[in-house]
């Protein structure tokens, strides 16, 4: 039963590249949230999705940045002309439904030059 | 505006004593709170969750309790083991508030010494 599966682990970008990242949930769930953790700081909530929809996106900074979760294949949050403040740890994780326990995958480190 | 405080950056304790882990929130439309364990350069590990209608929650050596009136929480571990060294995040959820994120505390690094 596999858990949450982000990739890639690590991403290097310069800036003005854009940055994809990929997440597919635990088998069974249907809902994706991103989260955003700088050094020294707790994780940020950006995005909640369901298949097709977003559900809450605010906590996303208002350019650049977007994601979805499309009917078949992962979820997918995009950075568009990163800049270096886009470096961070970057968490996806699923549940089945509200109130239920989120579970996390390993992240994906967004390094920008 | 921190909504969840965990005012402890680091605690160290014994191996083989218990560990108390604090954390408190100023919103008081949160309803569901939960406990995650992480390593470095791995995802947060989801514990243990406490509802707000109740008060106390209990799964092996990890125990939440829930203060509504004070807002505060905390997470029990006993008896402590060296595997337990980590950092320790306190996250709450409002899902009646339209947004269904969490919001997390800073972490607290548990260092369980031999």
């Known amino acids: 039963n596999a858990g949450v599966m982000q990739n890639p682990r690590h991403l290097v970008r310069r800036r003005g590249q854009e940055a994809r990242l990929r997440c597919s949930p635990m088998?069974?769930?249907?809902?994706v949230y991103w989260y955003r953790q700088l050094p020294e700081e707790g994780l940020k909530f950006m995005v909640y999705?369901?298949?097709?929809?977003?559900?809450?996106e605010s906590g996303m900074p208002k350019e650049r940045f977007s994601a979805e979760f499309p009917k078949e294949g992962p979820s997918i949050l995009r950075i568009q002309q990163v800049v270096r403040g886009d470096s961070a740890a970057y968490f996806c994780?699923?549940?089945?439904?509200?109130?239920?326990?989120?579970?996390f995958g390993d992240g994906t480190r967004l390094s920008i030059l | 505006d921190q909504q969840v405080k965990q005012n402890s950056p680091s605690l160290s304790v014994q191996e083989g004593r218990i560990s108390i882990l604090n954390c408190d929130y100023t919103?008081?439309?949160?309803?569901?709170f939960l406990w995650y364990k992480k390593y470095p350069a791995e995802g947060p590990t989801f514990l243990i969750s406490?509802?707000?209608?109740?008060d106390k929650n209990e799964d092996g050596r990890f125990t939440v309790f829930l203060n509504k009136s004070a807002k505060h929480l905390s997470l029990h571990i006993v008896p402590s083991q060296p595997g337990d060294s980590a950092v320790y995040f306190c996250?709450?959820?409002?899902?009646?508030?339209?947004?269904?994120?969490?919001?997390f505390g800073k972490g607290t690094h548990l260092i369980i010494q031999p």
């Open positions: 994780a699923s549940s089945p439904g509200v109130n239920q326990p989120q579970h």
């Open positions: 088998k069974g769930h249907s809902h």
């Open positions: 999705l369901q298949k097709e929809n977003i559900i809450d």
């Open positions: 919103n008081s439309m949160f309803d569901y």
């Open positions: 406490i509802s707000s209608i109740k």
């Open positions: 996250a709450a959820e409002n899902p009646g508030g339209g947004a269904d994120g969490l919001t």
